[in-house]
């Protein structure tokens, strides 16, 4: 291998929103140069809640569009649909049978998106990280560049990594490096500082859509809550004002400078002041983006060809790693027999 390789993945669910891109899919783009990248769309992971059908064919197509609108070059990284790969279902299957429940029981995850009701959640969403851990280990990635939520699933495969090769005596699997950088590794919810932004919160007020129009994205800012005081001369200012460090945090991902900075340019002013600023800001980093994704899911012919030629270059990759996995295990080939 010359270069590095990562390996990311992102949900068809709903639409990507401004979590998504300040925290991973804009770093994907940039990391492009250095390393030699795969990005998946991760279809499996998203049946493991209620999905519509359709609307399921439908996001995978806006998502790949808005990661090709940010940037990622089709023709260098490799981009494709999870579902298109075996390689991934079959060695999550051998995972499952390498990760521990004790492991699993851990997930904060699993526990916050079943919520009360746990006898009802389906064993895929349970299982989740370890489709997350067969995803990255299927290509030996060894760096993984997501936001701040993703760290204790990365752990987990780090986990499973360790443990195949100590159980089979080899170091056939990397420990796969988190890449978490930038001023926006969790943004939060534009109507509770508290909570991360995410596609499953009922007020579409608490997030930006990567497709929002100009007007949609300066109403969410200006609608933003906040709390009565200016903004402080120091970063320890915020320390105590979750929403007034988020919207100083997102000013300062989408301008590509330090909270520092956004804080000394605008110390002693009024929210009012700093929401319309970073409303213009965001119109100007987002609006291109958004029209782009609209542009290219209009042609779906595109996207689709886009997803084929990433399948097929991603299981050229994965599917002599996943073989090895299998001769490693002892598991018969009559053919080579
Ligand atoms: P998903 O679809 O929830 O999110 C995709 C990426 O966006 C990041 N992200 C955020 N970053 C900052 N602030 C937020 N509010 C925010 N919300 C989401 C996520 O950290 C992620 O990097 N399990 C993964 C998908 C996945 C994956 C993988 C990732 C499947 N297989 C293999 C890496 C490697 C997920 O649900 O991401």
């Known amino acids: 291998m010359s270069k590095n390789r990562i390996f990311s993945g992102v949900q068809p669910t709903g639409s990507l929103h401004l979590g998504n891109y300040l925290g991973a899919i804009r770093n994907w783009a940039r990391l492009q140069d250095e390393f030699e990248a795969i990005y998946c769309v991760v279809d499996l992971h998203a049946v493991t809640a209620p999905h519509d059908p359709k609307e399921l064919s439908r996001a995978t197509r806006e998502v790949t569009a808005g990661l090709i609108a940010s940037g990622i070059d089709p023709a260098r990284s490799i981009i494709f649909n999870q579902s298109m790969v075996p390689e991934h279902a079959e060695l999550s299957w051998l995972f499952n049978c390498v990760a521990r429940l004790g492991w699993l029981n851990r997930m904060t995850q ?14 895929g969403l349970y299982a989740y990280p370890v489709l997350m851990a067969a995803d990255i280990l299927a290509y030996k990635a060894t760096h993984v560049p997501v936001g701040e939520d993703q760290k204790q699933h990365l752990e987990l495969t780090r986990d499973i990594a360790q443990s195949f090769n100590s159980t089979y005596g080899l170091e056939f699997f990397p420990l796969p490096e988190p890449q978490i950088f930038g001023s926006a590794t ?42 009565p005081d200016p903004l402080p001369g120091t970063v320890d ?75 097929e270059r991603a299981t050229q990759l994965s599917r002599p790693i996943v073989a090895e996995v299998r001769e490693i295990m002892g598991f018969l080939d009559p053919k080579k027999s």
């Open 186 to 227: 969790r943004v939060m919810s534009l109507r509770d500082g508290r909570k991360k932004m995410s596609k499953s919160d009922e007020s579409d007020y608490s997030r930006i859509n990567m497709t929002d129009g100009a007007d949609e994205i300066a109403q969410k800012i200006r609608k933003a809550r906040t709390d």
């Open 110 to 123: 699993f526990k916050e998106k079943a919520g009360k009701n746990r006898d009802q959640a389906s064993v």
């Open 237 to 311: 200012g915020l320390a105590q004002r979750p929403e007034a460090l988020n919207l100083v945090s997102i000013y300062a991902a989408l301008e590509d400078i330090e909270i520092d900075q956004v804080i000394q340019e605008y110390q002693g002013q009024g929210f009012s002041t700093f929401k319309k600023a970073l409303a213009d800001l965001a119109v100007v980093r987002l609006g291109p983006v958004g029209n782009e994704m609209k542009r290219l899911t209009a042609e779906s012919g595109e996207i689709d060809k886009v997803l084929a030629d990433g399948a």
